[in-house]
């Protein structure tokens, strides 16, 4: 098949799109991003990429960064997890609060705002500090990426801190219900760390290669999850990736998937190869617009969703 003329032919294709989505201003350091720019990396088993438009170009990794915490807590705490977080999509906006109130306290998934704040809690329970934590959460993602040069956006996520009035609501309310163990501010602010960190479309997608091969990375052969546990991450991608949005991106694009508010998706390829797509002009779900029908066209195309 021959990827890079499917590439070519998406970015013309979603070219009249680019100014259509919305750039996320809740969070104001992300507010002045160009909107018009597209960029898509396709990464195989042996390495080899293709890509196309601002492939190059860094973003702010916002959600997207849920997939490598939980995966790091799957890999510690392995099913232990789901008695603090669900594994059911919420049907709700990704910062909703009110499905938390209902249900004690317990995240529905752990890629809304309020299991992802779970997840990062336990990560600092496991490393023992924030700092450490998050030196520890970057380290990981390097690994998975293979790009040791990776930083955080310190400008992005103090402005999240600042303005993360919404976050410190849902980490509080999880506190109030026993479901949080360490400091609230200090929880939110290593969780804000992990979203601010910046990668392109080119290291994301290679760096999804592990869930696209049962858990192991083609590439470096090191096993990051079991089999069973890499099903889980990619069923998890599938159902709660999108937010309330999940069920749209599996029936127009059919694969698993996870979004981020930079207007990153990642998506997976069973047994051939991780995607990256970015564009950060957003749909009303806060899932980029000209990204997710840059994955419809790649499917269509391709024949490749796992449906
Ligand atoms: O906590 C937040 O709201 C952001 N740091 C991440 C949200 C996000 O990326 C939602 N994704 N589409």
């Known amino acids: 098949m021959d990827y890079q003329l499917i590439l070519n032919e998406i970015a013309e294709e979603i070219m009249s799109l680019q100014d259509k989505g919305k750039v996320a201003n809740y969070i104001p350091a992300l507010e002045n991003v160009n909107p018009e720019q597209f960029g898509m990396s396709l990464t195989l088993f042996d390495g080899t990429q293709y890509n196309v438009g601002d492939f190059n170009t860094l973003f702010s990794i916002q959600s997207i960064s849920k997939v490598f915490t939980f995966t790091l807590a799957l890999k510690f705490y392995s099913t232990g997890l789901y008695k603090r977080i669900g594994r059911e999509p919420s049907g709700n906006p990704f910062n909703s609060l009110v499905q938390l109130e209902y249900e004690h306290g317990v995240p529905r998934n752990p890629f809304i ?87 392109n479309t080119k290291m994301l997608s290679r760096a999804m290669l592990f869930l696209s091969n049962h858990g192991i990375d083609p590439i470096s052969g090191v096993e990051y999850l079991s089999e069973q546990q890499a099903k889980r991450v990619n069923a998890v991608m599938l159902t709660c990736g999108h937010y309330d949005a999940s069920g749209d991106f599996a029936f127009h694009v059919g694969l698993p998937g996870k979004s981020g508010v930079g207007g990153g998706i990642v998506a997976v390829v069973p047994k051939k190869m991780g995607i990256c797509v970015w564009s950060p002009g957003l749909n009303a779900q806060g899932n980029s617009l000209a990204g997710t029908l840059a994955l419809e066209l790649f499917t269509s195309k391709t024949g490749m969703s796992i449906f």
């Not at 690994?143 to 996520?157: C, F, Q, R, Y």
């Not at 479901?179 to 760390?193: A, E, G, K, W």
């Open 113 to 199: 705002n309020a299991g992802a704040i779970n997840v990062t809690d336990t990560l600092m329970s496991y490393y023992g500090d924030s700092t450490t934590a998050s030196k520890e959460i970057m380290q990981f993602i390097q690994d998975i990426a293979g790009e040791p040069s990776l930083t955080h956006n310190e400008i992005v996520s103090t402005s999240e801190m600042d303005h993360g009035f919404r976050n410190m609501a849902l980490a509080n309310l999880m506190k109030s219900f026993n479901n949080l163990d360490n400091d609230v501010h200090d929880v939110v602010q290593t969780y804000f760390r992990h979203c601010a960190i910046e990668m």
